[in-house]
């Protein structure tokens, strides 16, 4: 994981192997592009209206490429998906637009505890993250068993610069040694010293369980179908959720195919999602967090952990131990 950014990283347009302008790069989303409508607009044919997003979301600059005419290359290769970039790296927009990448010096790299547990305080227990996500609740199935409150009462997820707790009611940070309350257990992650049991092992999925099958051709047009183990099924034809789930589980399976990394792979930019849902011409920006709350809402009621949909800032992603696209 990257530390949070000291200063403020930059790209810087070059032309003649030559600076011909600077441009800061915050946490909002910055989108280039030929059109008057971008943050920042380039004089190139060859660019579309909103061709790049940049953005630091976690300590790390993002880039994603807006499903653009004639596409970006990062380093010579083309951008695919959301893509963390590095101090010196170089995006070509369109073939002739050349930007280049420049992080401060001081941005240190501190990596996560590779062992994180969970301590129930009251319990006096601990559980160790066995891979990117750990379930709370009262069913016996749940990574820790709380001894009342919800089967599935939270989901914490090893994400950005640390770690995130999923309930009913959204997402929140968790700061390391830092009490929270779940169904009235107070809890906290704490870091693991030697001596405990390893995180993770290679026999770990990379994601939740489930399997996703999608398409575009069902019997009323696309499709999505989610099993888990026993009995554990959600279904949906031709609508919303169906083109969301779509969409997502298409995303992920083109990164995976492309060899991207696991903590890279999949994720939809918001922009991206409501015109593939909405099209062109949707105006309420709340649509889509109104429709994922809703998804997963469903997903709980049916015994999934509705938390496999991911997301960070201006993105989303499902990310599942397996993703078949018809």
């Known amino acids: 994981m990257l530390g949070r950014m000291n ?14 302008h600077r441009q800061v790069i915050g946490e909002a989303l910055l989108r280039l592009g030929r059109a ?5 607009v380039l004089a190139d044919d ?21 499903d653009s005419r004639n596409g970006t290359t990062l380093n010579g290769a083309p951008l695919t998906g959301a893509q963390v970039l590095r101090h010196g790296d170089v995006l070509v927009l369109g073939g002739e637009t050349t930007v280049r990448i420049h992080l401060p010096n001081n941005v240190a790299r501190v990596e996560l505890p590779s062992l994180l547990l969970v301590e129930d305080v009251r319990a006096g227990v601990r559980v160790p993250f066995r891979g990117e996500r750990l379930t709370l609740g009262s069913a016996p199935d749940c990574d820790l068993v709380l001894s009342n409150g919800p089967s ?6 090893r994400a950005g610069d640390g770690v995130i707790i999923g309930t009913s009611v959204g997402e929140f940070p968790v700061a390391l040694e830092q009490a929270f309350d779940v169904a009235g257990h107070q809890l906290k992650v704490t ?17 939740c369980a489930y399997a996703l099958r999608v398409g575009r ?21 031709d609508d919303n959720r169906a083109v969301l789930l779509y969409l997502l589980g298409e995303q992920s399976a083109r990164d995976t ?36 709350y809703r ?23 499902v990310f599942l131990d397996h993703i078949a696209v018809e």
């Not at 870091?191 to 994601?207: C, E, F, I, K």
């Not at 997963?296 to 997301?311: A, S």
């Open 7 to 20: 200063s403020t990283p930059e790209l810087h347009i070059i032309r003649d192997d030559q600076v011909v």
């Open 36 to 40: 008057a409508t971008s943050d920042l």
């Open 46 to 66: 060859r660019v579309s209206g909103h061709h790049l997003a940049l953005w630091v979301e976690a300590g790390r600059l993002w880039g994603r490429d807006l």
């Open 152 to 157: 599935r009462a939270a989901t914490l997820l």
């Open 191 to 207: 870091a693991g010293r030697p001596g405990h049991v390893a995180t993770a092992d290679g026999n770990q999925p990379l994601g």
């Open 217 to 237: 051709q069902g019997v009323n047009g696309p499709f999505a179908r989610l099993t888990g183990a026993g009995d554990l099924s959600y279904s949906v034809d």
């Open 257 to 292: 195919a492309a060899g991207l990394p696991p903590d890279e792979r999949g994720w939809c930019s918001d922009a991206d999602l409501t015109v593939g849902i909405w099209g062109r011409g949707a105006r309420d920006p709340n649509s889509l967090h109104v429709l994922v």
């Open 295 to 317: 998804v997963r809402k469903q997903l709980g009621k049916l015994g999934f952990d509705p938390w496999f949909i991911e997301k960070r800032r201006h993105a989303l992603r």
